[in-house]
């Protein structure tokens, strides 16, 4: 059927009016930006590598070209000196907003690190906060090499990437100023320097892969070593996901698959300062992966319950799959492990390694100077989803990166968002 002129013209307006008020559908198929959020000090400094220039729009009506720029948060007003003339400094309003961009591929200097894309920095929270924006994949190459080791063999970077890609892809748009964390708390992202070319090629030949379940993408967790045997996402979290069930690991070559520590009696008087210090420590419930859940603390002051989450981060532990002992600082004849044992039999007293939902007859005295808490643990991380070094050891028996990804990640599908 032809048309005339007019309704052809009248066409074109409708299909101008619509690209340019709803321009998501034309563009969805581009590859994402994501918006990092890597800083929240009170003072930032940018500066250009070598002879090139950044530009900074938001401190002259038109974007200036200069070698660097200091910024300052001090006393509720914001100050900014260019081209390290810390002489001069100049008054920028709370709503300021700057940009900072350059073409050079070796990226923009903040701190020690340089990062590719623009650099956002605002005040948000008395914090001027600084947030990366660049593309997707460029992001992953990134994110590849500061979450693992560039040795380790090209299938475990590459479900790396998958995992990783998914985990981004899930957090975009959520918040209004910046999509993720460039620490632990999300996924760590260190800049540039993280590339390598084994690391690209793991990234672009895994170019769109995502993880999803029931066509939906995943929860994407991963972590370093979970000690024998991965977490199920309900012991850790409040829900249980059908994807993050518990599965055989094969971690035992991890550097960190055993680890112990020593917790001086001083120490813990600083840390259970509420308690009065720390004279004995009930393991009271256990996930069935042995990870400690929940522990009763007894203090000259008291005592209470508290998470095994709650305990490790108190303690610093690599992980919450740990037992506890106290040990005389003394080397003993008939003990290898350090020192020897406070407590003669464990069941009379509160601080043991099994399960039990009784509280201990009475709470030890309090632990004397030369006696020390030793923590033996296994694995690092919250042990849910993918182990990195279980990874690497299916990647070394030759398994590929898909086999990896569908043995911690049960029932998912690999496919491209």
């Known amino acids: 059927m032809s048309t005339s002129p007019k309704s052809k013209t009248g066409w074109a307006i409708i299909f101008v009016v619509i690209f340019f008020f709803f321009p998501l559908k034309a563009t969805a198929a581009n590859e994402p930006v994501m918006r990092v959020l890597i800083s929240q000090e009170n003072k930032a400094r940018f500066r250009a590598d070598g002879l090139k220039s950044i530009l900074v729009k938001g401190i002259s009506p038109r974007p200036r070209s200069i070698k660097s720029i200091d910024i300052i948060y001090r006393n509720g007003k914001i100050y900014y000196s260019i081209n390290n003339n810390l002489d001069s400094w100049f008054e920028l309003p709370k709503s300021f907003n700057l940009t900072i961009e350059n073409n050079d591929k070796r990226g923009i200097w903040y701190k020690n690190r340089r990062y590719a894309g623009g650099l956002t920095v605002l005040l948000n929270d008395q914090k001027l906060q600084v947030i990366n924006y660049l ?22 970077l590459q479900a790396q990437a998958i995992a990783a890609r998914t985990y981004a892809l899930k957090l975009l748009g959520k918040n209004k100023l910046f999509d993720i964390h460039s620490t632990q708390a999300s996924q760590v992202y260190l800049g540039l320097e993280a590339e390598t070319p084994k690391i690209n090629r793991a990234v672009k030949s895994t170019r769109r892969l995502a993880l999803f379940y029931e066509n939906k993408l995943i929860e994407a967790v ?62 009271i419930k256990k996930s069935n992966t042995d ?127």
Not at 135 to 156: C, I, R, T
Not at 240 to 254: A, C, E, G, I, N
Not at 298 to 308: A, D, E, L, T
């Open 291 to 417: 990870r400690v859940l929940k522990v009763r603390l007894h203090g000259p002051y008291g005592n209470k319950n508290i998470s095994g989450k709650s305990l490790r981060q108190k303690l610093k532990l690599l992980s919450n799959k740990f037992e506890v002992d106290l040990k005389f600082n003394q080397k003993s004849k008939d003990d290898n492990l350090d020192g020897m044992n406070y407590l003669n039999n464990k069941n009379n007293f509160s601080l043991y390694n099994g399960i039990t939902s009784n509280l201990a007859p009475f709470p030890l005295p309090k632990v004397p100077e030369d006696y020390f808490l030793l923590v033996k643990g296994y694995g690092a991380g919250h042990g849910v989803g993918m182990s990195q070094w279980g990874a690497k050891a299916m990647a070394e028996r030759g398994s590929s990166f898909r086999k990896i990804l569908k043995h911690y990640y049960n029932g998912v599908q690999i496919k491209a968002y």
């Open 135 to 156: 593309k997707l994949e460029k992001y992953l190459k990134s994110v590849v090499g500061s979450e693992m080791p560039k040795e380790f063999p090209l299938a475990a």
């Open 222 to 283: 991963f972590h370093s070593s979970s000690g024998g045997r991965t977490e199920n996402s309900g012991q850790v979290w409040k829900y249980q996901l059908p994807y993050l069930r518990s599965v055989v690991d094969y971690d035992q070559k991890s550097e960190k698959y055993k680890w112990s520590k020593k917790i001086t009696s001083s120490e813990l008087d600083s840390l259970f300062t509420d308690l009065g210090g720390l004279n004995s420590i009930q393991v």
